[in-house]
């Protein structure tokens, strides 16, 4: 089943809680945290988790673009994510960090920017529940999607696949009605979507129409047939 995770980062910044309200049909809440050091942007930290983990009941998806993941990563889940997300690039220690964020209750994901391939990860995935794909560079909200990563994204299901794991496949960056079905006919069965859904009239069916134009490529795609 496809998911929608409307990205906070394209909403008001200053009507977070609201904003969180308008989007409560989605599966997850994507909160994209970045330290101006991994990406040259900066966003919201531990304090805004918080907040909005006690704002509504929408499960948090914390994505950390930022240095030392294996320090600050725990003290996300510990803020309230349910998800917490961390870069295959910028992590010492992926598998110890996977394990540690699993244990303190969440799930475990992991991030690779575009130009990071996915072949050397292969053995990790076992160890987390979900991966994701960045479909822009990370740093900004509102780039135009990559096509450039639909085989990448065809190449990790087909690990998924191989090793008969239950790890979802995430994408996120320039998602919108006019990519979301590429992303799930490749193997993308959960999408991060920002201006597509904050950008609209009601943000709500933004997510149900997403969601529904998933559902209906996934259901036709080679790589679903067996599921």
């Not at 907040?51 to 294996?70: F, G, K, W, Y």
């Not at 003290?75 to 992926?94: K, L, R, W």
């Amino acid at each position: 089943m496809a998911q929608i995770n409307p990205s906070i980062l394209s909403a008001d910044f200053a009507r977070l809680a609201e904003e969180a309200k308008a989007v409560e049909g989605a599966d997850w809440l994507h909160v994209d945290v970045m330290d101006n050091h991994f990406v040259p942007n900066l966003t919201l930290g531990v304090p805004i988790v918080e907040s909005l983990r006690r704002a509504t009941e929408t499960p948090l998806d914390c994505h950390l673009m930022i240095e030392d993941p294996d320090r600050w990563a725990p003290q996300y889940v510990e803020a309230g994510a349910g998800s917490v997300t961390f870069h295959a690039e910028a992590a010492a220690a992926p598998v110890r960090l996977a394990r540690e964020i699993r244990a303190k209750g969440a799930r475990a994901s992991m991030a690779l920017k575009p130009a990071t391939p996915i072949e050397p990860y292969e053995d990790l995935l076992p160890e987390l529940d979900m991966l994701l794909i960045m479909t822009v560079e990370p740093g900004f909200g509102g780039q135009p999607f990559l096509d450039v990563m639909l085989p990448k994204i065809r190449r990790t299901r087909e690990l998924i696949s191989k090793h008969g794991l239950e790890l979802w496949l995430q994408v996120d960056g320039g998602v919108s009605a006019t990519t979301i079905e590429r992303c799930a006919e490749a193997g993308a069965d959960v999408f991060v979507a920002g201006s597509a859904v904050y950008g609209a009239n009601d943000p709500a069916d933004a997510v149900r129409t997403l969601r529904s134009m998933a559902e209906r490529s996934t259901a036709s795609a080679p790589w679903a047939c067996g599921h």
